[in-house]
């Protein structure tokens, strides 16, 4: 069954999450106003997959069932599945203004849908069997996975089982007849306390020393034993203020967690690689591939900044200076270039030995380079054209004073036919996205998130295929081959 968006907040009120922040734990999760907006941005991929409009994009038919399915939940089953994936992302990122989290359990999902039946072709195996049991749950109570990845790593010169606590990295502690026990942590969790279930894969590639380390396992999100430790944002208390504008989204946001592995048990059926250490390179490989491909999300986002910046110019009557109308096209061009990598990456994609498609490694990961890169570059423009008051400005409730509202009133105004609140809240969502809660997901993860930009720099160097190129070279200029 598909949910919507309510039906999604009820299914979280079931959950039993032992969630903590600013030290304390949050008993009511879903009704926490830090929390909530974060909440309420992924309700809406379940929300928009019930619009008519946004069907083709939303949804797609299940390879399990031939059932309609949310494409969070989707196995990508060709090229044309990729591209709507890309297509996805970035509706999403214009409809919320920030991340909307589900990505990164449909980017585990379909990695996992590759990985599982390639151990099985090697070691003769049945984790792809176990996977497809597990998916067809996904799918079929259209749920909400945390793909959880990134370890806390130590000291990053030693390797996992060099590090002076093991448990840097999260491992396997005992094997029992009917499961095994697990304890380390994941960091940097997108969406974490907003997701049904939560899906572990190794950080890195792995040796024989570091077997234990080598493992892939899904679980409830509240299983005993997990523990939730919510990211403070820049700005985040303003939530607590009872005032709106000062947020600058007042709708969405988004959040991360670090999620601490206490000791949890994990049935069998529950367990996709166990030690395989020859095959946790390929699995970070392929998850990291969707999901710099997904990060088409920014360019979602970028619309939003972009249409903020005009909004900005037009109140402050900038918006026909020759320079501003320059600046929004490179804002614009910027924007647009991000999305070619994203489309492109997924109209180059191709089939795998198991059926997925998946997208072209190296066209993912220069678009996901370019993504640490160009939504600094749109944010700078957007500060340019906004000014200094949008980290001037007085609050909201310093525009209700009595006393000195008056005078905000009177200095901060600019057109006449312009609501002084309008300017206010257009110079807070600016804030919101380039300094704010909202540029955790716009400029940070940007940089951080789906690898930091070395990691796809070094995936860059493999990829390209440099024999062909400087062999082009010196054929062209008469260089012979024996030279
Ligand atoms: Fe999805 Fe983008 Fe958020 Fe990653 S950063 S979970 S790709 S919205
Ligand atoms: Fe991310």
């Not at 009872?242 to 206490?262: C, P, Q, S």
């Not at 000195?404 to 919101?432: A, H």
Request: hydrophobic residues 35%.
């Amino acid at each position: 069954m598909m949910m919507n968006a309510v039906q999604y907040e009820e299914s979280l009120r079931k959950l039993n999450l032992k969630v903590y922040m600013f030290g304390q734990r949050v008993t009511n999760v879903v009704d926490d106003p830090i929390i909530r907006p974060s909440m309420n941005a992924v309700a809406q991929t379940y929300e928009l997959a019930h619009k008519p409009e946004h069907e083709d994009i939303m949804t797609a038919v299940s390879h399990l069932t031939g059932k309609k399915i949310n494409r969070f939940t989707h196995i990508h089953q060709n090229v044309t599945d990729l591209v709507k994936k890309s297509k996805m992302g970035r509706l999403m990122g214009a409809h919320t203004g920030c991340c909307f989290q589900r990505c990164v359990g449909m980017d585990a999902l379909n990695a996992l849908s590759m990985t599982t039946y390639d151990i099985d072709q090697k070691y003769g195996t049945g984790y792809n069997a176990r996977f497809l049991e597990y998916l067809l749950y996904v799918q079929e109570n259209d749920l909400t996975c945390d793909g959880a990845m990134t370890d806390p790593k130590g000291d990053r010169s030693l390797a996992p089982h060099q590090q002076h606590d093991p448990d840097l990295y999260l491992r396997v502690v005992a094997e029992k007849p009917d499961g095994i026990v697990v304890r380390g942590a994941k960091a940097h969790q997108t969406g974490a306390v907003n997701s049904h279930e939560i899906i572990v894969m190794p950080t890195l590639t792995m040796r024989p020393a570091d077997s234990d380390y080598a493992i892939s396992f899904a679980l409830p999100a509240d299983a005993d034993g997990i523990t939730y430790i919510i990211g403070r944002q820049s700005c985040d208390t303003r939530k607590l203020e009872g005032k709106t504008f000062d947020i600058g989204n007042v709708l969405y946001g988004g959040h991360e967690a670090l999620v601490v592995f206490d000791d949890v048990f994990v049935p069998w059926d529950r367990v996709f690689m166990y030690r395989e250490y020859d095959f946790s390179g390929q699995l970070v490989e392929q998850f990291a591939s969707y999901h710099r491909q997904s990060y088409a999300c920014k360019v979602g986002v970028g619309d939003v900044l972009i249409g903020a910046a005009q909004t900005i110019a037009e109140f402050n009557g900038t918006d026909k200076t020759s320079h501003v109308r320059d600046k929004i096209i490179e804002m614009n061009q910027l924007n647009e270039t991000l999305f070619c990598g994203t489309i492109a990456c997924a109209s180059e994609g191709h089939r795998e030995p198991s059926g997925t498609y998946s997208v072209n490694t190296l066209l993912a990961n220069v678009h996901k380079q370019n993504v640490t890169r160009f939504p600094y570059e749109i944010a700078r423009l957007a500060q340019d054209i906004a000014g200094g008051l949008m980290v001037t400005l007085p609050s909201e409730k310093d525009l209700d004073s009595p006393e000195v509202g008056q005078w905000i009133r009177k200095y901060f105004q600019t057109r006449e036919d312009v609501p002084l609140e309008n300017r206010m809240r257009i110079l807070r969502l600016i804030e919101n996205l380039t300094l704010g809660t909202a540029a955790v997901g716009y400029l940070t993860e940007s940089m951080h998130g789906a690898g930091s930009p070395q990691a796809q720099r070094i995936m860059i160097s493999r990829q390209a295929n440099m024999s062909i190129k400087v062999k082009q070279a010196r054929k062209l200029c008469g260089i012979s081959e024996n030279d």
